[in-house]
């Protein structure tokens, strides 16, 4: 079956450092792969889809400058937070969608602590 | 606005009943909704996709039923075992178009406890 492997599975960082967060698809190729968030007892809220080859498309109330998105191959995207804060902390996940598979596939999620 | 619920306090069943789900959604027109499972500290894994045209599916011990005059889908799962304990969301496509060029709009989830 489809497998995203996304990494690192968590990351403490200082407030005001970036941090980047790996996506790949290992067995299919995804021209688009999708990056939620997640905090603590709340649904997973899609952040931004990105598309192999061209710019990320945000959704409202994502700052793009703050979250810049990568998908510079068929099987990686990469989501970097710029200048984090301890807000940022939460549980970012990524998932393509496998052409011809139903449903989406997600990655083990990115657990960030800011400090 | 598009809103999707899902009763997200903890859901207690026993051992082998069959527990049921519920999802809701208002100001949607979906093609087909998906139910995934969520593990503490793990990404979704998909479960089940139903369509608008079909009234349920099945998947071993998981049924899934879709009315989408009342907006609503039912999500069973029978003989029920401690291994099934998870959150379980509901997601619908967040575009129009469909077919996973659009990312998924979940519900809250609800938090499915399987006592022995």
């Known amino acids: 079956g489809a497998v995203v492997s996304q990494h690192p599975s968590w990351v403490i960082c200082k407030s005001g450092t970036s941090v980047k967060i790996e996506c790949r698809s290992l067995?299919?190729?995804?021209?688009?792969m999708f990056w939620y968030r997640q905090f603590p007892k709340q649904s997973l809220m899609l952040m931004a889809t990105?598309?192999?080859?061209?710019?990320?498309?945000?959704e409202q109330g994502v700052e793009k400058d703050k979250f810049l998105i990568n998908h510079a191959s068929l099987t990686l995207s990469t989501l970097t937070v710029t200048s984090a804060h301890p807000e940022d902390s939460s549980f970012y996940i990524c998932?393509?969608?496998?052409?011809?598979?139903?449903?989406?596939?997600f990655g083990s999620g990115t657990r960030l602590t800011v400090v | 606005s598009q809103k999707i619920e899902q009763n997200s306090e903890a859901l207690n069943i026993q051992e082998g009943k069959t527990a049921t789900l519920t999802c809701n959604y208002t100001n949607y027109s979906p093609a087909y909704l998906q139910w995934y499972r969520q593990d503490p500290g793990r990404g979704p894994v998909f479960l089940l996709l139903i369509r608008e045209n079909e009234k349920e599916k099945r998947k071993e011990r998981l049924k899934v039923t879709f009315d989408t005059t009342l907006k609503q889908s039912l999500f069973h799962i029978t003989a029920s075992q401690p291994a099934d304990s998870a959150t379980y969301l509901c997601a619908l496509e967040s575009g129009a178009a469909g077919g996973g060029a659009d990312g998924l709009t979940f519900g809250k989830g609800t938090h499915l406890i399987i006592q022995p």
């Open positions: 067995d299919f190729q995804a021209t688009t």
């Open positions: 990105s598309n192999e080859g061209s710019k990320a498309t945000y």
């Open positions: 998932s393509a969608n496998a052409a011809g598979l139903h449903g989406y596939t």
